[in-house]
Structure formats: structure tokens, C-alpha cells
């Protein structure tokens, strides 16, 4: 066949992919992680490899573990003579896809194996192990992966790699180290991935893989306004490695911006560096070396937009924290009474709305109890009040640490409502989400098993200059994903999540830009993460 006959069949192919993604909903292929990639990208990536290859591009046994209708063998094609391809196999879960490819490119000598590839690299005898991987893994979320299905990937990883992998992982990153047993040694892989992993924790295992078990070549990462594909809307990495141990001193090359093979920003970056760096988005840096690209991050980030704040910590709940109703029946003066929220477990709202006297329309509505006037003075000008803090001693209240270290002791610290808060932990129950944002109307506070949310900067002033965007910022913040935030908190026995302030300000918002156009003033290149849900 010759080149003509190349352009008519990736026509078909194009079409095709077309068809069988209709036949199901975005939801389902979210689910399956089925995100086709572009020809073009693909081409640029083939075009990239083949320079880096140099010579050496004879023999060519190539491979892609997530074959789809063969985006990357047709780039492979069109950029390699056919001659240079001794062998190919794609490996495609999906039958439909696989039956496509098959009939597409099977005169191209391409050999389709419909099948789990995680299972496939289990029983590899009888196949040639490929020199070339060229890949768009399934972008399948941890929590579509039951126990039993990552229990069994985190075995072969750490297998095929001695590394173990984070249960909050996704499924490309079980592809991307299981692959090592599938790769030849010193063959070359390139692999299109979300970026998500060089910020989050759960990244930390393919840093890890991509510094010490392979030798990195490139990491290209794409404007993310530029998005890779239009149905999936994630920022996209472009990695390049050989399997091969990396040369004392090596550099691997960071791009951003532009093409691959035409970035708009490059830099050397030492593998020492990298294995030191939390955030492999800070590279390429500008010009200057202590001046990391976009302000600090290329992301904008939830502390670009909120200050964040554990909610106020009494020291005695039960003591502080009184049923409005009896805090009115023990008449205890109103000016010392701030209405707080209960505990989110009693929380069922996540919209509060706001009673004429600043309390929350909420069936259980709560009084917090502070006061910062001397002994003497609640002594004599509020005697219900010293009456009730009487009682205090019988419970050795003014014992405990926190009360003992404040003056007086029944004043609390001083909190703002906030009109968004986050719940502080919790456990994901029959699907249920771990952590919950609330949109609070009223004057209510919070104790400290929320995180409070104070929009800052250019957010409070567009609230201020139009408050009814606080609907919006509401819609956006509760499409952070539970997945977003676990990455960056910590997971406690029972499967217990607990998020921190400094931890949730690192979640990457969603949107935000594209909704508000007072930030893109403030904020022209910062990446937004913005997954469909």
C-alpha cells in the first residue's frame, strides 16, 4: 500500500473512532478511561522518537498496551518507512476497539491482542518484547478500581519495578510501571499521560520509576489551555524514556508550551534536582533559576484564591457549644452567643441558608458561648452567664490545655464566617464522597472539623463587586473531585482521609478561569486542571 492508501484508511479510522465513541456516554468512557488520542499528537510524538532514534530505526519492534483503532501505529506509518517495522502488537481491552484495529491495520502486519494488557504482560513467552512503546494509557480515576483489581495491580508493580504504589493511583500509573517487564532493555517508550502525578503524592512512585529504573529523556507538558483532548479536558505530559539505568549526571530535558518537537520553554533538569522536588511543574523555570515558571506554580491553586483556615477550636464542645434552645432557656445574654455548625455528621445541608437573626436554617441550631470581659465584670453584669461558667469546675473544664492558656478562659478565638467550608476528614461510605464543600449563607462559624474558605485577592474583590458570583464559585469548588484532594492529604487506618489547610490549598481549582473572567486579568497563564465529572 502506498501513502494514499495510509491517509484513506486513518480517514476510516477517524471515523470509525467517531462512531464507537457515540454508542457510549461521556460518563461510561470517564469511567474506562477511553480518551482517543489526536492524530496530530500522535504524528508529533512519532516524529520525535524518530529523531531521538537516529539511525538506529531499523528493526523497529513496536508496541502500545492501550492500542484504541491504532492512533500511534498509524503515526508510526506515516512517519517510518514500513520497511523499518519488524513487528507490532497492540493490546486493547475493549473488543469493539480491537475488532477496528484489527480490520484496519491488519495488511500493515500490526497483530491485535484483545485482552487485558495488566494481565497480558503476566504470560509474555511466545512474544518478541518490543523496543518501542508508544502509548495513551487508560485515564481510569482509583476510585472505578475496586480492592481486589488494585491489590492485584499493586502486586505486579512492585513486581515488574520493586516500587509500591499509592491506592489512590490511577490506572495509567499501574500501566506505565507494569510495562517495564513488557519493554526490552534499552528500548524506548513514550507515553501520553495527565501531569497530574508530578504535583500530587500519589506521583511520587512514577517520579521515582522515571529517576532511578529508567533513564528520563523528555517531559513535555502542553499549555493547558491548549488541551489535548477535548473530551477529557486534563492537561497532558508527554514522557520519554529508555529503559536503561541513567548516566551519572544526567539531564533530563523539561519543556512547556508549543509542540514537542518546538517548546516554548526548555531547561536541563539534573535527576538529583528532580528526585529533591516535590513539584515537577516548576520546571522549565525562566531565565531565572530562583524564579519558578507562572508565580510560583503553573497551576492556580486554592491558596491562589482562598485563604484557609481549620475552623475554632473550643477545648470543650459539649461545654461551649449549646443547643440554642437551652442556651435561650438558661438565658444567657445574646451578645456572647455566636451561632456555630454542627458537626458535618449532623449536617445534612450542603447549601446553608440564613435566618433573619444571622443563624442557620438548620433543625439543630447551635450557640457557641464566648466572652472577653474580666471575672468581675460577668459576675456582676451577666449572673446567668457566671452561673453557668460556675459549673465549669465540677467538669475541671479550666483544666484542660487549650482553656487553661487563654485569658479569660471562656474566650474563644476569634473566626470570620467563612462563606465556604470543607469538611476536615472522613471516609468515602457506598459512594458516598470523603469530603464535603458547603456553601454557608448564614453568619454561622465553624468548629474545627471544617476548613473554612475565605476568597482572597482578585476572588473577593469580583465577590465584593458582584456577590451573586458566590453561587458560581460555589458550583465550581464542589467540582474538586474527592480524588484531587486525597492526593494531597493523608489516609489513616479504617480508610480515614484527613485534609489540612496547606493541603487543601494545594488542590488545583477547576474552571475557575474560564468562569471568571476577573482572574484571567490576574492570572493569564496559570493551568487549570478541568475534568469533566
Not at 467517531?18 to 489526536?38: H, S
Not at 513514550?190 to 533513564?215: C, H
Not at 538529583?272 to 531565572?288: G, I, V
Not at 506554580?297 to 482562598?306: A, G, K, M, V
Request: hydrophobic share 40%.
Amino acid at each position: 500500500m502506498n501513502y494514499q492508501d495510509l491517509i484513506a484508511i486513518e480517514v476510516d479510522r477517524l471515523q470509525i473512532q467517531g462512531k464507537i465513541d457515540q454508542q457510549k456516554t461521556l460518563a461510561e468512557r470517564n469511567k474506562l478511561g477511553q480518551f482517543a488520542t489526536p492524530s496530530s499528537l500522535a504524528s508529533e510524538i512519532a516524529v520525535y522518537v524518530k529523531k531521538l532514534l537516529g539511525g538506529k530505526t531499523r528493526a523497529l519492534r513496536f508496541s502500545d498496551p492501550a492500542l484504541g483503532t491504532g492512533a500511534f501505529f498509524s503515526a508510526l506509518l506515516n512517519v517510518f518507512s514500513h520497511e523499518c517495522i519488524a513487528s507490532a502488537i497492540g493490546i486493547e481491552l475493549d473488543p469493539i476497539f480491537a475488532q477496528s484495529a484489527h480490520d484496519l491495520w491488519k495488511a500493515f502486519g500490526l497483530q491485535v491482542i484483545q485482552g487485558d494488557f495488566t494481565e497480558f504482560v503476566r504470560r509474555l513467552s511466545g512474544y518478541q518484547r518490543p523496543n518501542l512503546i508508544l502509548t495513551n494509557p487508560p485515564y481510569v480515576r482509583h476510585h472505578y478500581l475496586d480492592r481486589q483489581q488494585k491489590a492485584r495491580l499493586q502486586a505486579l508493580a512492585t513486581q515488574a519495578t520493586g516500587l509500591k504504589v499509592n491506592g489512590l493511583a490511577g490506572l495509567y500509573v499501574y500501566y506505565l510501571l507494569i510495562s517495564h517487564l513488557w519493554l526490552e532493555d534499552d528500548g524506548v517508550a513514550a507515553w501520553l499521560i495527565p501531569s497530574e502525578f508530578m504535583d500530587v503524592n500519589y506521583g511520587d512512585v512514577v517520579k521515582k520509576y522515571l529517576t532511578e529504573r529508567v533513564t528520563l529523556i523528555a517531559a513535555h507538558r502542553f499549555d493547558p489551555f491548549d488541551v489535548q483532548f477535548d473530551d477529557a479536558l486534563v492537561s497532558s505530559v508527554i514522557i520519554v524514556f529508555r529503559k536503561a539505568p541513567p548516566p551519572h549526571r544526567w539531564k533530563a530535558r523539561f519543556t512547556y508550551g508549543g509542540t514537542l518537537g518546538t517548546p516554548k520553554l526548555a531547561q536541563g533538569v539534573s535527576l538529583q534536582k528532580l528526585r529533591q522536588s516535590r513539584k515537577w511543574t516548576s520546571y522549565p523555570m525562566t531565565s531565572d533559576p530562583r524564579e519558578p515558571l507562572h508565580d510560583e506554580s503553573d497551576r492556580l491553586l486554592l491558596s491562589d484564591l482562598f485563604k484557609i483556615q481549620r475552623g475554632i477550636a473550643t477545648g470543650a464542645n459539649k461545654f461551649f457549644i449549646l443547643p440554642r434552645a437551652e442556651a435561650i432557656f438558661r438565658c444567657l445574654p445574646e451578645e456572647y452567643l455566636r451561632p456555630i455548625l454542627p458537626s458535618p455528621r449532623y449536617l445534612r445541608e450542603t447549601v446553608i441558608e440564613r435566618d433573619p437573626d444571622g443563624y442557620p436554617k438548620t433543625g439543630n441550631q447551635l450557640a457557641l458561648i464566648t466572652c472577653g470581659l474580666p471575672d468581675g465584670q460577668v459576675r456582676e453584669g451577666y449572673p446567668s452567664l457566671w452561673e453557668y461558667f460556675n459549673t465549669a469546675a465540677a467538669r475541671a473544664i479550666q483544666r484542660r490545655y487549650l482553656i487553661r492558656n487563654r485569658k479569660p478562659w471562656f474566650k474563644q478565638e476569634q473566626r470570620d464566617r467563612a462563606p465556604f467550608l470543607c469538611t476536615y476528614m472522613g471516609r468515602s461510605i457506598n459512594g458516598k464522597r470523603s469530603f464535603r464543600f458547603i456553601w454557608n449563607r448564614s453568619d454561622a462559624i465553624a468548629p474545627n472539623v471544617y476548613l473554612m474558605l475565605y476568597p482572597i485577592g482578585p476572588l473577593a474583590h469580583a465577590l465584593r463587586e458582584r456577590p451573586e458570583l458566590e453561587a458560581l464559585v460555589y458550583e465550581l469548588i464542589n467540582q474538586i473531585t474527592d480524588c484531587d484532594i486525597k492526593g494531597e492529604g493523608r489516609v489513616y487506618g479504617g480508610g480515614l482521609h484527613k485534609i489540612e489547610p496547606k493541603e487543601l490549598g494545594r488542590v488545583s481549582t477547576i474552571r475557575f478561569l474560564d468562569a471568571i473572567p476577573e482572574l484571567r486579568k490576574m492570572y493569564p497563564r496559570r493551568q487549570v486542571l478541568a475534568l469533566k465529572p
